[in-house]
């Protein structure tokens, strides 16, 4: 057999791949990684495909694979396939997709083991010792061994057959194993006569018929009695891989609700399917997507499949993964960036031997190896964290789809305000429309009122927070009831002018303004971090007027406490969130109501369910819609009615103050009617005019450099490269650029983007591939992009 093999390398250079022959003696199949002489060196490679040896004289011998590097850590041939759809489809090196799949990206270690002989040649005391040492851990770094002890010692025991060297991955599964009790019989013998103890054991043990043996021995149950209840045959103890800090204990349980109509006609139409369609789950907020998520779940893990729900961001959205492990205990794997390698390794090997069938987490989980996919979540389905922004730049619900193909499964992309284009293609017949128009329990949604901001302003009343929004506020309050404050930018002021000379102060290295933070009492740059300290003067024209001006989320803090002394109040931004589940510690804290008012970024809008909130403030509507760019009246529809969705959703009803300068804008029309259909028509109309997708593709080129003039060079030649394979190829691509972004320069590096779009872009992106010129450092190719 011949195998061809994708050389582990980000080199660019590297990513044909190369044919090595294969020993008989190793087992290999496609998305085995394996060890393989290459140049001077070994290198890991992946296999991507097997073929027989054609027999075909060759004018060189093929070299052969040297070992296998993993058994577990392989890939299976959907991942191969999924990874080869990424390159092609993204533009992007196929190691570099194949890379996402794994959870060490790279390395290759040399391990030292005791050689199997029995006899060993005669050593000092000190030789022993280190035998000894190696013994122990049956196998060790031999980087780490030769540091300990030296490396011309640690090379003669291996010229002296002592030991010997193989390589491995880095991190290698250490698979720590666990023992379980497992049931397996009803003791209709009597077995267990006068054994009390047991005899409960046993009767729980039937019925959540299995617990790891740690949680019994935690709920009281004595090592003897789990190991002896283990040797009468009515129960087994077996070892399963350990399961990881965040995986709560099997003992934890939850109750269904009874579904609603509508919910029973979504579980019932999406658990039909045979086709493997994609679902566009339109539910309002509050109409109880997570349950139809959870029963559509229980019925794939009934017939042994498993499940991935993907949400948008792990430490703001505890709280569903919270509800799916009271619901599914130990079933349930958590996937983030936040474990640790181990931990993700832990988990990842649970979904891959079926041990757990249930894997949530972030956009990267949806690289999470499986078994067999039965079904694929993706909550908040329009949320822009779904596409990655550095390369591979992939669009998680476009690989889900992809993963969910060669399985034949279906896709649910659940959302209160569907992603326009998901939307159409529901509406074009490409995907399944399935919807939730009510609320759970006839609750109402909440009433929204709009306040036109420049009637506040005539009326002399300057600060951000209207006379209706203080007044709703006081209400709520005096009702003991709590409410939300969305204002969609963090700091304290935004900007920092001169009054005599309109002086902003500006980043050192970016082209935006510096935002002052009161608590750090400094300026500071919100897309490199960097800081300063408040100017005293001028320094263009050195007047002392220097004010502040624009508001953020931390002087609406300030102001709060001033008016509401009494209330207790929390802000959820990015400077709040940062440390290690901060977000989800503050979340959680409100729901227990040990705060009033939760006050922040859209961080408060990404759909939390929180049951005693009956006010939300939205501060500054428009702040995205006025952005140049043709999604704008998207996101900003989405922000706001999500945000308004967390009102009213338990048993008090939900009031909504947004304060706007466009209170006749349709966006700000159709939030305030919470009409997704009113909104979707007129948004799909616009973009049919200006040829905006879903009508066409786009292709970003992203041109930077440090060097202005050599950018534009850059950008140009790009754009006339673009431009003439257009015309030669008659290609219906429109190019678009070069030209300044929004921001014109970032971390010292100008930028200007160059646009393709069309309905069809497959001729473009063959070009693209085959153009050396673009593949540069400094040009950024963005397939798909969300801006
Ligand atoms: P969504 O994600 O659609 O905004 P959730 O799934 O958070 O809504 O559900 C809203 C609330 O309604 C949750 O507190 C949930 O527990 C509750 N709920 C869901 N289904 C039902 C039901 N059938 N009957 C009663 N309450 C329900
Ligand atoms: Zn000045
Ligand atoms: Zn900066």
């Not at 491995?168 to 006068?194: C, H, R």
């Not at 939730?436 to 109402?444: F, G, S, T």
């Amino acid at each position: 057999m011949i195998a061809e093999i994708i050389i582990n390398t980000t080199a660019k250079r590297l990513q044909q791949t190369f044919s090595y022959s294969v020993p008989p003696e190793l087992q290999i199949h496609p998305g085995s990684r394996v060890l393989v002489p290459f140049g001077a060196r070994h290198e890991e490679g992946i296999v991507v495909s097997l073929h027989e040896n054609d027999e075909e004289p060759r004018a060189f011998t093929l070299k052969p694979i040297l070992d296998i590097l993993s058994l577990q850590a392989g890939f299976q041939e959907e991942m191969i396939q999924t990874a080869l759809w990424i390159s092609q489809y993204y533009l992007c090196n196929v190691s570099d997709a194949l890379r996402l799949f794994m959870i060490e990206k790279k390395g290759l270690i040399n391990q030292i083991r005791i050689t199997a002989a029995n006899t060993l040649p005669p050593l000092t005391a000190e030789e022993y010792a280190i035998i000894d040492y190696v013994r122990k851990r049956s196998s060790v770094e031999k980087k780490s061994l030769e540091r300990k002890y030296g490396t011309t010692r640690i090379n003669e025991l291996v010229a002296r057959g002592c030991f010997h060297t193989k390589t491995v991955l880095k991190n290698q599964i250490a698979d720590k194993m666990e023992p379980w009790l497992y049931f397996s019989k009803d003791d209709t013998k009597g077995i267990l006569i006068n054994r009390k103890r047991q005899k409960a054991l046993l009767a729980y043990i039937k019925t959540v018929g299995s617990a790891p043996v740690s949680d019994l021995i935690k709920a009281g149950y004595s090592r003897e009695i789990i190991r002896q209840l283990g040797g009468t045959g009515l129960a087994e103890i077996k070892s399963k891989i350990s399961r990881t800090e965040n995986m709560v204990s099997s003992l934890h349980s939850d109750t269904p609700w009874e579904l609603t109509n509508e919910q029973l006609a979504a579980v019932q139409t999406i658990r039909k399917d045979t086709k493997g369609n994609t679902y566009v789950l339109h539910g309002v907020t509050g109409s109880g997507k997570t349950e139809v998520y959870m029963r559509l779940a229980e019925s794939v893990l009934s017939q042994g499949k498993q499940v991935f729900v993907l949400v948008p961001e792990i430490a703001l959205t505890g709280q569903i993964v919270r509800r799916f492990i009271r619901r599914f205990g130990d079933d349930v794997v958590i996937m983030h960036s936040q474990l640790s390698k181990g931990e993700r390794q832990n988990n990842g090997l649970r979904m891959l031997n079926g041990e757990s069938h249930i894997c949530i987490g972030a956009r990267s989980a949806i690289f999470t190896a499986a078994q067999c996919i039965g079904l694929i979540i993706i909550d908040e389905a329009h949320d822009t964290s779904y596409k990655q922004d550095e390369s591979p730049r992939y669009h998680a619900v476009a690989v889900a789809r992809k993963r969910a193909a060669y399985y034949g499964c279906p896709v649910i992309l659940g959302s209160a305000t569907p992603a326009i284009s998901d939307y159409y293609k529901a509406l074009q017949g490409d995907y399944v429309l399935v919807e939730l128009k009510e609320r759970v329990m006839h609750r109402p949604l909440p009433a929204v009122t709009v306040i036109d901001m420049r009637d506040e302003l005539a009326r002399g009343n300057y600060r951000v927070l209207s006379d209706a929004m203080v007044d709703l506020l006081k209400e709520t309050l005096a009702a003991k009831q709590q409410a939300i404050i969305l204002l969609n930018r963090r700091g304290f002021a935004t900007f920092v002018m001169c009054r005599k000379c309109g002086y902003v102060v500006k980043c050192d290295t970016c082209d935006v303004a510096m935002v002052y933070h009161k608590n750090i009492n400094h300026l500071k740059c919100h897309y490199c971090d960097a800081e300063k300290v408040v100017p005293e003067i001028c320094p263009s024209c050195g007047s002392k007027y220097i004010k502040f001006f624009g508001t953020g989320t931390e002087k609406v803090e300030y102001q709060l406490h001033e008016l509401f002394p009494e209330s207790r109040i929390i802000r959820l931004d990015q400077d709040t969130a940062s440390r290690k589940n901060s977000g989800d510690r503050i979340i959680e804290a409100f729901r227990r109501h040990e705060y009033d008012i939760l006050l922040g970024t859209q961080m408060v809008a990404k759909g939390h369910d929180f049951s005693g909130v009956s006010a939300v403030g939205i501060l500054s509507a428009d702040s995205l819609l006025n952005l140049p760019a043709y999604w704008a009246g998207e996101r900003t529809f989405q922000l706001l009615t999500q945000a308004a969705g967390r009102a009213g959703r338990g048993d008090i009803s939900g009031h909504v103050i947004m304060q706007t300068y466009a209170p006749d804008h349709y966006v700000i029309q159709c939030a305030k009617n919470q009409n997704y259909q009113e909104f979707y028509e007129k948004e799909i109309a616009f973009r049919k005019e200006l040829m905006y997708p879903p009508f066409h593709h786009i292709i970003r080129f992203i041109i930077t450099d440090e060097n202005e003039e050599f950018m534009w060079k850059k950008g140009n030649e790009a754009g006339q490269a673009l431009r003439q394979f257009v015309k030669n190829h008659h290609s219906t691509a429109e190019i678009i650029g070069p030209y300044v972004d929004i921001i014109k320069k970032i971390r010292n590096k100008y930028r200007i983007s160059l646009l393709i779009k069309g309905t069809d872009l497959n001729d473009v992106k063959q070009f693209i591939r085959d153009e050396q010129s673009f593949w540069q450092i400094g040009i950024v190719i963005d397939v798909d992009p969300s801006f």
